[in-house]
């Protein structure tokens, strides 16, 4: 019976070990976007696991693209968040230090202030340096160097769209969530990725781990807002048509599952940070939902705040368990 549903179901402990050990990795632009959203020392744990993998990791040729094209509006955002922050506490300090009323603040608290600021200011610089001199494109360009997919031709593409066009009418994933923010034919990127990804599995004959932070329904089963797991009909085409096993993670739980089948030794404090990302980029995407056309706004106003209570199901308590471990590979891997 498993056989028969099992894309509506949790891939096996053997199964995601033998994926693991077996097959390639590949991510979406939405996860190596994310990358750039991160604290340095985040960041490059992320890359450095990409990069421990780099014989096995696969790009389409339409992530690399979509990649390629955002990166630098995405730095560019997160200069804009800290030049806002700095404006607040800017604001802020003015106002104490010109008060003649409470509150007071002390010298200590002050310089702490001025501390805070000076930081920001860094770490602002920092990351406005990467839009003209990038380590981080640079290893994302090596890492995949060799491993990229080839571009479609323009005949290739316009039969993509077609293909696109009609699933999207019927709702068939991945891609169709993206018509009311992106229109077409931007929206019909995640279709063509997809379709490039499912034609490097056949030609390499070989499983696939795909890890993406785009965390739209046209991605992951939800019930209630609450993400269940990839969708069935992605696991069940891609297994129809490569006759190969796919997972997909968002990052959190591909660095949870990297401790675990890979022996990675990452900080929780790092998978929280990418679990916090992550569950402030759902309430925006939520947000979205809910009033068309304030996504950006939305995503401005939740840089933060607390993970998601509704975690994937392939977070369960199985993936924190030790019994799931190969010991002599972890051990060949250590």
Known sequence: MRKALCHWFRITADEERELWSGGIFSFDASVLLNIY???TETRNELVRLIENNCKRVRLPHQFALEYARNRSRVIIKQVHNYLKAERVLGDFQRNIESKRDHPYLGERALDALKEIQADLSEKRKEIEGLIGSDPYADKVLAIFNGRLGPAPSQEELARLHEQAEK????KLPPGYSDLSEKGVPDAYGDFVGWSQLINIAISENTGVVLVIDDQKEDWWLMER???IGPRPELIEEFSSRTKQ?????TSGNFLRAAKIYAAAEIEDKIIEEVTQRLASQKESERAADLKPGL????????????????EPIE???????PAFVDTEKAEANT
């Open 37 to 39: 959203a991160y604290s």
């Open 167 to 170: 699933r999207y009418k019927e």
């Open 225 to 227: 807002d609450r993400t």
């Open 245 to 249: 096993k796919l997972w997909i993670y």
């Open 295 to 310: 996504a950006e706004a939305s995503l401005e106003k939740s840089s933060g705040g607390p993970p998601d209570d509704n």
């Open 315 to 321: 977070n369960d308590p199985s993936l924190k368990k």
